[in-house]
């Protein structure tokens, strides 16, 4: 198990290399660089750029060096935590991301809560009730969230929420907390503002999970071992649960990692529509503007958190398959 | 039920003798069972009908809308819906629908102007008239549209939007890129997806390692922010065709793996059958092999998976444009016209600018419908 | 022969499987009794129904499987003693195939090992684990006991060094121990009936032969009566006391191993007989049977052997459905050519 682990890590190391290459190469894939687009934005502005400054900047970063040197100098500065500089702010990355960062985990974390809590109930009860009314029902409602772009949703929710509520769904904090010290009224403030984004950003996940767990129960319940619990006398209940589910639930653990990137994804986008303060919105001003570093450093963020996602959901599939961990 | 047998090659069943009688499965050819099968799936059905619907809308727009889709009417700001009636304000019917007049009035306290239908004014609906003037299919000058009504009459049958522009042609033009745009990156995936897929698959060893790298690597990205910083790449100056095609192309970059790697278990499963083994055997090459024996197998599995991936394209293509980095107006698509409905307070006001978002969802579900119909189709002896 | 002595008696039991293609008669007229402590052969075609007839004496039948018509009559042994004659009827049948009166047989009363070893076992839980989940079920002993009694299974069953399969996973046997795992777990509760649904299928000759052998020595020690499903007549004549002989869903002859093999009624056992080699016997090119098994959605009207059958009676055969006869005591053959009127 722990060769197991030690190989995983290992190779977790080398993908997060290359990782950052990729993302720092198709962030520099715009043509010129941020100075032509920062003296051409001061010369709209009528400001006059002194020479000093752009020799600055390019020297700072290496703009007329080498693409490699510079991927070198911004991977070494990376690892030590040091992001670069956002042109746009004129601040240092690191002052700006991470409490966008953490909120983006927390969102995500929750919506993967969300939809498994959700979806795996309602794939078993769609799996051991097949073609009832139940199962018809939960399959349209999953194919219309599938079907919605996720924008949308969190759009129409909005509206839904604000006529019937009142409440504004904007944001992560109602005015009287944003600027609150931390309370336990904050945090339930907080929590409030966070079930329309996880409802929106699960929506698709949760359909899709549903399908799935719907369609691999029903493959494991034709497995002869099922028949065999039941030929031994155990209730029905128990033979799905004990040994039904639990072998339906082992591919799906595999799909925890590839159903981050999915979730990051509409969580960038949701962001937006409903102004929370997550990687998403700044990411794509940033992407607009040209803003490299701090472009480049979301981008690689968000591919380390599903790098990582990925290696957990690794180390929990060979904890609870002995397949696997046997190998 | 599987068929047990490897060692026939089903592709080449496929071509046998065709007509057998309806009730006998065992002598209807691959394609034959998987035409039945779609025909019998009432959803798989129901959605193509909706796509051949949508599709035809969105190629002949013109003629389907009465006007211009970039025809301004500055009276005519968010119009609400003009919906088509039968029965007028005094209880009376109509045997041809009709539309009322509108009546505008200044709401002096939100300073705004508030459109009112006028139950005073009546306008019938007239069927093939003539209106604005138009290339049909973009070749045959003509200026028939479906319905209309008589100046100073309007018709906007799903109102307008802040520029006074009809909504119905708007969104019925944005159909083209939209519901093309996922064909075209479908069609690039297929090609990237299948020669990368089988080169892995069927040479092994380093190709397939490196080839196994380079998708996890870019599977390690989440797709949507991967997708936009591919699109902000796209020079701002290109004109909205190269646009469109440089979308798509992005579109596919990102897409092509999931194929990649459905093709590449495939062969590398028909790599073992006995009918591969006996195809070299009889000394067939490595390009007979992979075209005679291999793709033609595979072609069902990589019709069913890039249907199903036409839906995320065009979500990802409504998402992009909607952030102001895919199509750019003069162009439109559904997420163009979407952007016009970024808040809540406009939505409140003005819900029917969220009417083309209600056209994303049928054309999604609808190829969701089909390509769960194309893949319970594609297992023949599954009974 | 009494009926006493019989501990199961399945009388023209239907299991109907109701498809969107139609309805496919797996099983369609199935008699057959099994001896208290003895061993009943049900062979048959692959396709026949022995596996639906199996499944439906436990009633585990699938859906869209139903079954549709007939009894299954288990007599319960009531008293352990020397006054063994005691039982109680209960009729399968009539219960809830969920319920708790089935379920407290199933397992404990009567078991079964099933055709593909490599899939019985649930991957995720050790040997162990699954021996005892009987054992705790139907016994009431605590884990401990239980693991003591699942490792004395193993050691029954002959596996090496029982000690430590029982925390093996099943991906670390091979078929041939899966299914003396499988054994083990059947036999754990001290069965009056065993099914074996062609529990040597899938494995090779020489793991055959070891576990035949095996549930030969195991069926003397314990006295459990069998129900061993087969297409292999080899292996009925060596392990069966009594054979029944299904064909399209129905039993169409039932008697005892030697007038099976050596004075077989019903036209479909002779052929079945002439289709296989046999030591000692003059050489003579073997006989196929002629014709294929017909589509399960298209069985032909009337007697389902006439249209491959050499005595076929032209409107009869295709006409009337045979009615199940006694001709002997304890030989019973569906066929027209013994019609109660014609002995």
Redesign the interface.
């Known amino acids: 198990m722990l060769g197991y682990i030690g190989r995983r890590f290992l190779y977790m190391i080398s993908t997060l290399f290359l990782v950052s290459v990729v993302g720092f190469l198709i962030i520099n894939l715009p043509t010129g660089t941020y100075v032509d687009f920062y003296i051409q934005r001061l010369q709209n502005e009528g400001t006059h750029t002194s020479l000093e400054q752009i020799e600055a900047i390019t020297k700072r970063f290496a703009l007329d060096k080498p693409l490699y040197w510079q991927y070198g100098k911004w991977l070494f500065g990376f690892v030590r935590g040091d992001f670069g500089l956002s042109f746009e702010f004129n601040k240092e990355v690191k002052e700006l991301i991470w409490e966008r960062i953490v909120y983006t985990v927390i969102i995500s974390l929750a919506t993967l809560i969300f939809t498994w809590v959700v979806a795996i109930p309602i794939g078993i009860y769609s799996a051991t009730h097949q073609y009832t009314l139940g199962d018809h029902i939960f399959t349209l409602v999953g194919l219309i969230g599938l079907s919605a772009p996720s924008f949308l949703l969190a759009l129409v929710l909005m509206v839904i929420a604000q006529r019937s509520f009142g409440q504004s769904v904007g944001g992560l904090y109602s005015p009287a907390f944003v600027d609150a010290p931390w309370s336990w009224a904050k945090l339930a403030d907080l929590l409030k503002h966070l079930v329309v984004p996880i409802v929106v950003v699960g929506a698709s996940g949760t359909a899709s999970l549903v399908r799935m767990m719907r369609g691999n129960l029903l493959d494991i319940l034709n497995m002869q071992y099922v028949q065999a619990a039941r030929a031994r006398g155990l209730s029905e209940s128990l033979v799905i649960l004990k040994h039904a589910v639990r072998n339906a639930i082992h591919p799906l653990i595999m799909l925890l990692g590839m159903s981050l990137p999915s979730i990051i994804s509409g969580a960038t986008v949701v962001s937006i529509v409903l102004s929370l303060p997550t990687t998403g919105p700044m990411y794509f001003r940033a992407l607009q503007q040209q803003d490299m570093y701090l472009a480049v450093t979301f981008l690689v963020f968000m591919a380390i958190m599903l790098v990582i996602g990925n290696f957990l959901a690794d180390l929990l599939l060979a904890w609870v398959d002995p397949r696997i961990r046997y190998e | 039920m599987r068929a047990k047998s490897t060692s026939a090659n089903p592709a080449i069943q496929a071509a046998a003798p065709e007509g057998a009688a309806a ?1 006998d499965v065992g002598r209807l050819s691959l394609w034959q069972l998987m035409k039945r099968r779609f025909l019998r799936n009432r959803l798989a059905m129901a959605g193509t009908v909706m796509l051949v619907i949508l599709y035809l809308l969105a190629l002949l727009a013109d003629f389907f809308a009465p006007y211009h889709y970039l025809a301004k009417s500055q009276d005519y700001v968010l119009l609400p819906p003009q919906w088509p009636r039968f029965v007028d304000a005094e209880g009376k019917f109509h045997s041809r629908p009709f539309v009322y007049g509108i009546e505008t009035v200044l709401d002096t306290y939100n300073l705004r102007y508030m459109h009112k239908a006028d139950p005073t004014q009546i306008y019938p609906i007239g069927f093939f008239v003539r209106g604005a003037e138009y290339k049909l299919l973009g070749l045959i000058p003509a200026d028939i549209h479906l319905f209309g009504v008589q100046e100073p009459g309007t018709c906007y049958i799903l109102g307008t939007d802040r520029l006074g522009q009809d909504l119905l042609a708007r969104t019925l033009h944005g159909g083209r890129v939209s519901l093309t745009i996922g064909l075209v990156g479908v069609a690039l995936t297929i090609m990237l997806g299948s020669a990368l897929g089988t080169a892995s698959g069927y040479y092994g060893g380093v190709t397939d390692t490196l080839m196994q ?1 380079g998708i ?11 997708w ?3 699109a ?2 796209v ?1 701002p100056e290109w004109s909205s065709l190269k646009r469109y095609f440089a979308l798509s192309v992005i579109l596919s970059l990102v897409n092509w793996t999931g194929l990649a790697r459905q093709v590449r278990s495939k062969v590398l499963a028909y790599r073992e059958m006995d009918y591969t083994s006996a195809a070299r055997a009889v000394g067939a090459s490595d390009w007979r092999i992979i075209l005679i024996h291999m793709l033609p197998n595979a072609l069902s599995h990589i019709i069913v998976v890039a249907t199903l991936s036409i ?1 995320g394209m065009i ?1 990802a293509e ?2 992009l444009s ?4 895919g199509i750019q107006p003069p162009m439109v698509s559904w997420g163009v016209l ?1 952007q016009d ?2 808040n ?1 307070t406009v ?2 006001l003005n ?1 029917w600018l ?1 009417i083309p ?1 209600l056209f ?3 054309a ?2 609808a190829f ?2 089909v390509g769960d119909g194309l893949r319970d189709a594609a297992d023949p002896f599954a ?1 | 022969m009494a009926e006493l002595d019989e501990v199961l008696r399945v009388d023209e039991l239907r299991t109907y499987f109701y498809t969107q293609e139609g309805t496919v008669r797996a099983v369609d007229g199935a008699s057959f009794a099994v001896k208290r402590g003895q061993v009943l052969g049900i062979v048959g075609e692959s396709g026949c129904g022995k596996s639906v007839a199996a499944q439906s004496i436990l009633r585990i039948v699938p859906p869209p499987g139903r079954i549709v018509g007939g009894q299954i009559i288990y007599h319960r042994q009531v008293a352990a003693d020397g006054a063994s004659n005691l039982s109680e009827m209960l009729n399968l049948t009539e219960m809830h195939p969920r319920g708790q009166e089935m379920r407290s047989i199933r397992g404990s009363e009567i078991s079964m090992v099933f055709q593909e070893p490599m899939t019985s076992l649930d991957p995720v839980y050790t040997v162990g684990d699954q021996i005892m989940e009987a054992i705790t079920l139907h016994q009431n002993v605590d884990r401990r006991e239980a693991r003591k009694r699942a490792i004395e299974m193993l050691e029954q069953v002959g596996m090496p060094r029982p000690g430590e399969i029982v925390d093996n996973y099943p991906h670390q046997l091979s078929g041939g121990m899966r299914q003396r795992v499988m054994i083990a777990i059947a036999l754990s509760c001290h069965p009056s009936l065993l099914i074996a649904d062609e529990p040597t299928t899938a494995l090779d000759v020489t793991t055959e032969a070891q576990i035949l052998d095996l549930m030969r020595n195991l069926q003397k020690q314990t006295g459990t009566a069998i129900v061993y499903i087969t297409h292999n007549l080899g292996v009925i004549a060596e392990m069966c006391d009594d054979v029944a002989v299904m064909y399209l869903g129905k039993v169409v002859e039932q008697a005892d191993v030697d007038s099976i093999f050596y004075d077989p009624k019903h036209p479909y056992t002779q052929a079945l007989l002439r289709s296989i080699p046999r030591i000692g016997q003059a050489r003579k090119r073997l006989e196929p049977i002629k014709g294929i098994v017909p589509d399960p959605y298209a069985i032909p009207q009337g007697c389902p052997f006439w249209p491959r059958c050499i005595h076929a009676m032209p409107g009869l055969c295709d006409h009337d459905q045979p009615e199940y006869v006694p001709i002997a005591p304890g030989h019973s053959v569906r066929c027209h050519l013994f019609r109660q009127e014609a002995m």
Do not use: C, D, H, Y
């Open positions: 009730t790298r996890e690597i870019l599977a390690s990205f989440p797709q949507i922010p991967l936009a910083a591919f902000a790449a020079p839906p979500l409504t998402s909607f952030l102001g980095l979407l409905a970024t809540v939505i409140v819900p969220l978002g994303v969802i049928v999604v579900l969701n419908f009974i």
